[in-house]
């Protein structure tokens, strides 16, 4: 057998559950799809419920979807109690759920600020919290949270102040969840994405100007795509990151490293 056959295997992730919040569409979904190649049964779990669904359909049999809030505590705790009694267990999850408000902070409302609070920040952490539940129980499992290079930086391009500070929240959720849990056999990563290329930064595409700009600030010279930011998160899933827990991957074309 070629030495290089069994060094992929640490990649694989034959006979494990993984949950994947927004996962109907652009880096959830693309986390889903290599998952499923990689071995995986993948539960899907987004608040577009019909975009949930069709998505599960896409991607065949290893998948299921679900629809769910992740800033509502009823609702996470039944879609994590679900996806245990329906598939037998909970080894991967993957949060990536999130929203962006970009406004000037002088006029961001304070519900404006709190609903982004609620989905980027609290989010995690009631999925973060169901999700280790039934790991701890089960002897150990893996989290992923999508933070930002925004999360690491003030940005500067345009106001985002809200979608900056609930990311830089995920980035030391990360660290401190990988403290507390690590004795239990649940490892805690984040990675940070620069801009990628999806419906999420589809308002900042209409504006030729500052995707140039962009473009400028990034050492690589473009945009993320899905797909490469799902390879890092499937980095983050498996065992071929069995030693690494706190750690947050930046995935951004070099922006965090000028």
Partial sequence: MDPLDSLMDVFRLDGRVAAITGGARGI????????????AR??????????V?????????AASGLRLDVSADDDVARAFESIVAEQGRLDVLVNNAGMALRRPTIELSLAEWQRVV??????VFLCARMAARHMLHAGGGVIVNTASIMGLSGGGLYPNISY??????????TRALAVEWAAG???????????????????LKANAALMDRIRQMTPLGRL?????????ILF???PASAMVTGHVLAVDGGFLAQ
């Fill in 236 to 238: 983050l899933a498996s």
């Fill in 224 to 232: 993320a795509q899905p797909a490469e930011v799902a390879h890092a």
């Fill in 164 to 173: 900056q500070a609930t990311k830089g929240a995920v980035v030391n959720m």
């Fill in 42 to 51: 993948v539960v899907l779990l987004d608040l577009d419920d019909r975009a």
């Fill in 28 to 39: 959830g979904y693309e986390t889903a799809r290599l998952f499923i190649a990689a071995g």
């Fill in 53 to 61: 669904t069709e998505a599960a359909t896409r991607l065949g049999p």
């Fill in 118 to 123: 609620d989905v980027n920040m609290t989010g």
């Fill in 185 to 203: 056999g649940v490892r805690v990563n984040a990675v940070a994405p620069t801009w990628v290329d999806t419906e999420f930064i589809g308002p």
